[in-house]
């Protein structure tokens, strides 16, 4: 009995390649062989955009990609077998497509851009596939805009793109949101041009006075000063009105309501000041203020902007091609998911992903549940059989009449309740807003007393006005209004260039307050498929090699997930021990539908199948038996990825009390959590649906990662929800964080980054705290001059502005 | 000095044509998109100018 591979391919490191082309480790080569060299890739799908990219002469690809050093940002290209074909359907085109006389455009949203190659290969579409006029793409918003002519096919078009591994999505993007958001941004950019404009003028008007301008001269500049703020009081600044007039009426005390009293004031104080001759005025203070708060709100936009929103994500769903019968035609026509009615009949071909609930009328099958259960089995189905949307088909073709689509499939009535139940999330109160609180009422009170004891101290009123005024405008809140968005905003936009995409701010602060995380078992903290685990040959009379070499012919047939990992396995070991597989003839080959192949090969009957012998440990053990005789036995498991252990280890140690929670049953569950070294206590499973939504309500201050449907409600309910490499559009529906790159790092990597930037943040508002308390008490005692506060002002401004700028370099360290 | 009563004025006058401009260039939607165009200087000739 020999027993052989225990570790997994890949691990030993003497003969490591890399793809040519997303650069990563090659375990299973996909091999081109070009004029002078083979070139190896990781697997078929980047072959295919190398051969692609070569055969076009667009290998300038990749010599603008290392020029500009993305290269290892890039992951494996995906197979596909999708067609695209619903996109060339009329009822499609109709909802989804601009056209004009000549043209026809659409927008995809497209995975998988992120260098200046990508957006060069996608931009040079029409050099490429014919009938494309024009490719426009945002790179913000990976949103490439595509015109074909009349007679061109988007199928073409899409196909040809995700060939080249840049999956598009068509989205239906609502105009009429679309265009209100774009106008209320190029107001906002007109308000902060305003306001720059205005204030650079006033200030130098300002500092000509401060240093000696004076007479005539000195008028004639405090009052162009005054008339330059005018247009910021009564343009640029209103936004602040409405947030000061909203928090108002919402009885909130936010840091925009002393910005509105000192703009009031201080423009009135300014122009009875500015009559009576005197020189205390203060609108250069004020004007800057305006355009640096203005300029952090919009730049919080913007980078807020750089994921879709929910109407564009709405279209996701369900973006595949279906076959419906056409009664009239009498054959398969191929159209979009979402058009399907209810008693329609399907074909839903192997492969494919069932696109509505219903009856299967004829075909026997396996469907891969995980999605909607977290079942890592296939599930055999028949005739009356049921099935549900979100489902893979595995083996073979199915009839089926559909009974509910859309919301109201099991999964559509599943992320409604999702969406539902987002507006009873409780939204946290901030550090932000628990600050400006307190610091208003302080600022406030604390103007008012020394109005009052000045007032009644030294009598004067002008003076005692003067000292209250600058007191509120010197500890206006620029520091504090600009460090928190500043400082969460560059966390955002560094996460999200490395995959990690956080919906909001506030979700940042969560994550650093979370005290304990819940993992999903397959798929986050195990791989989610099956991978070979223990080979042994139980008779010695072929080699090991004769013995896989049986085995790869018999499963590279079927596409059931058992028979893809045993292929996956074999060629991987050959590869690394550069060995080639014996090829072998078969006749009548069958295939078990859910139990197995069999074959006769050189007079033997050959058959691979669950193992008749019991062993009692929570792997899937196969074998290939000849003539009714075990020659080799296989176990399979979904393995724990590597870094599982360290990741889960580090974790906890920042006081996160990690634990399992998984639909799947007692011993792979068990196994994993001792792996993971995880007590008793902390792993759970069997556990559905609606029961991790109610671990959830029990655990307030929880972070849940899990991906799919069967994960969607409780990741709603979660404190934090975290969606893990899966389908992208149900995952950015239910969560509050999609992790793009598959893997448990990610997680700990967002939890870091939260921690820090909290960090960063507190230390700028001590800081910022710091300024303000020196110059309140340098107000209160009157030394204030217009002079002093508008130095101070744009001091304290960027100060806090470098310090925060500086401190987030350190989340570029954390991969 | 006295020039400056002029100079000051038509100063604030030019900027103001600027300010004009800018926006202009915004209600065109030249601003809309920030990133692309960033990225686009790296490329050659023959695609930028194709735009």
């Not at chain 1, 359907?89 to 989804?96: I, S």
């Not at chain 1, 913007?302 to 279906?322: C, H, M, P, V, W």
């Not at chain 1, 744009?794 to 989340?811: D, E, G, M, Q, W």
Request: proline fraction near 3%.
């Amino acid at each position: 009995m020999q027993t052989l591979h225990h570790n997994q391919p890949g691990q030993d490191c003497e003969h490591q390649e890399h793809c040519e082309h997303c650069g990563e480790k090659v375990i299973v080569p996909s091999l081109l062989s070009l004029k002078d060299e083979d070139k190896i890739f990781c697997c078929n799908g980047c072959k295919t955009v190398y051969q692609i990219l070569h055969e076009k002469g667009l290998d300038n690809y990749y010599k603008l990609r290392d020029q500009t050093g993305t290269r290892d940002q890039l992951s494996p290209v995906e197979d596909s077998d999708e067609e695209y074909k619903y996109l060339d359907q009329q009822e499609f085109l109709d909802k989804y497509t601009k056209k004009t006389k000549d043209s026809v455009t659409i927008d995809f949203f497209i995975e998988g851009v992120h260098c200046v190659a990508c957006l060069w290969l996608i931009e040079k579409l029409p050099d490429f596939v014919e009938e494309v006029l024009h490719s426009k793409l945002n790179m913000a918003k990976s949103i490439a805009s595509v015109t074909i002519g009349k007679n061109g096919k988007l199928s073409k078009v899409a196909k040809q793109l995700a060939l080249l591994g840049y999956r598009p999505h068509p989205i239906l993007s609502d105009a009429d949101i679309e265009r209100l958001a774009k106008e209320e941004d190029r107001k906002m950019l007109i308000k902060i041009a305003i306001a720059f404009t205005c204030a650079g003028n006033i200030m130098l008007l300002a500092y000509s006075v401060y240093g000696g301008a004076s007479g005539e001269l000195a008028r004639h500049f405090n009052w162009y000063s005054f008339f330059l703020i005018l247009p910021i009081i009564f343009y640029s600044a209103i936004p602040f009105y409405q947030s000061a007039w909203s928090a108002i009426k919402s009885r909130k005390l936010s840091i925009d309501i002393p910005i509105v009293v000192a703009l009031v004031v201080g423009t009135i104080s300014g122009l009875v000041n500015l009559i009576n001759g005197s020189e205390h005025l203060y609108f250069d203070s004020l004007a800057t203020l305006v355009f640096l708060l203005l300029g952090a709100r919009y730049l919080l936009k913007k980078s807020q902007q750089k994921s879709l929103n929910t109407t564009e994500i709405a279209s996701f769903f369900s973006n595949r091609t279906t076959h419906r019968w056409n009664q009239q035609k009498q054959q398969y026509e191929d159209i979009h998911a979402q058009f399907l009615k209810s008693q329609d009949i399907i074909l839903v071909k192997s492969g494919e992903m069932v696109p509505a609930d219903g009856l299967i009328l004829d075909g026997v099958s396996n469907i891969n549940n995980s999605l909607l259960t977290g079942e890592s089995l296939p599930v055999k189905v028949e005739k009356t059989d049921y099935i549900y949307s979100g489902t893979t088909n595995l083996d073979q073709d199915l009839k089926v009449q559909v009974l509910n689509t859309g919301s109201d499939t099991r999964l559509g009535k599943i992320l409604q309740s999702v969406e539902a139940g987002w507006n009873q999330k409780a939204e946290i109160v901030t550090l932000a807003d628990n600050v400006a609180r307190y610091f208003v009422s302080t600022v406030f009170i604390l103007a008012f007393l020394t109005f009052i004891a000045i007032f009644f101290l030294i009598g004067n009123f002008e003076d005692a006005f003067t000292r209250a005024f600058t007191l509120i405008i010197i500890t206006c809140p620029c520091a504090l209004g600009l460090t928190t968005p500043l400082a969460l905003t560059m966390t955002l936009g560094k996460l999200a260039k490395k995959g990690m995409i956080i919906k909001n701010e506030q979700i940042i602060e969560k994550l650093s307050k979370a005290k304990e995380i819940f993992l999903d078992k397959t798929g986050t903290l195990t791989h989610g498929n099956f991978q070979v685990s223990d080979w042994l040959d139980v008779d010695d009379k072929m080699t090991n090699l004769a013995h896989m070499s049986l085995v790869f012919a018999l499963e590279s047939r079927s596409k059931h997930p058992i028979a893809k990992a045993a292929c996956k396995y074999i060629k991987a070991i050959c590869f690394q021990e550069n060995q080639t597989l014996l090829t072998y003839e078969i006749t009548d080959y069958k295939e078990h539908a859910g139990r197995g192949v069999s074959g006769t090969i050189n007079g033997k009957q050959y058959e691979i199948r669950t193992l008749a012998k019991e062993k009692n440990d929570s792997k899937t053990w196969i074998a290939l038996y000849e003539d009714k005789k075990v020659i080799s036995e296989i176990s399979l498991e979904d393995q724990l990825r590597s870094e599982a252990a360290e990741v889960i280890a580090a974790i906890a140690k920042m006081g996160i009390k990690p634990a399992i929670v998984s639909g799947d049953a007692k011993g792979p569950v068990e196994k994993v959590a001792s792996k993971l070294n995880l007590s008793n206590q902390d792993y759970s499973y069997q556990v559905g649906p609606e029961q991790k939504s109610q671990l959830l309500d029990a655990h307030p201050a929880a972070i849940m990662v899990g991906d799919g449907a069967n994960d969607a409600i409780a990741l709603g309910r979660a404190y934090v929800g975290v969606a893990v490499h899966g389908s992208v559009d149900i995952s950015l529906r239910a969560a509050d964080i999609y992790l793009s790159q598959s893997g448990v790092r990610p997680i700990l990597s967002i939890i870091e980054a939260s921690k820090e930037t909290m960090k960063v943040i507190k230390r700028n508002l001590i800081i910022s705290l710091l300024y303000n308390v020196t110059g309140a008490t340098l107000a209160i005692m009157g030394y204030i001059t217009p002079l002093l506060a508008a130095v101070l002002m744009p001091l304290s401004s960027f100060t806090v502005l470098i310090l925060t700028l500086a401190s987030t370099r350190k989340l570029n360290r954390i991969n | 000095m006295d020039v400056l009563f002029f100079l000051v004025p038509t100063a604030i006058l030019v900027a103001g044509v600027f300010v004009g401009l800018f926006i202009w260039a915004t209600r065109k939607g030249q601003f809309d998109d920030l990133e692309t165009p960033a990225h686009k200087i790296l490329l050659d000739d023959e695609i930028a100018n194709r735009d």
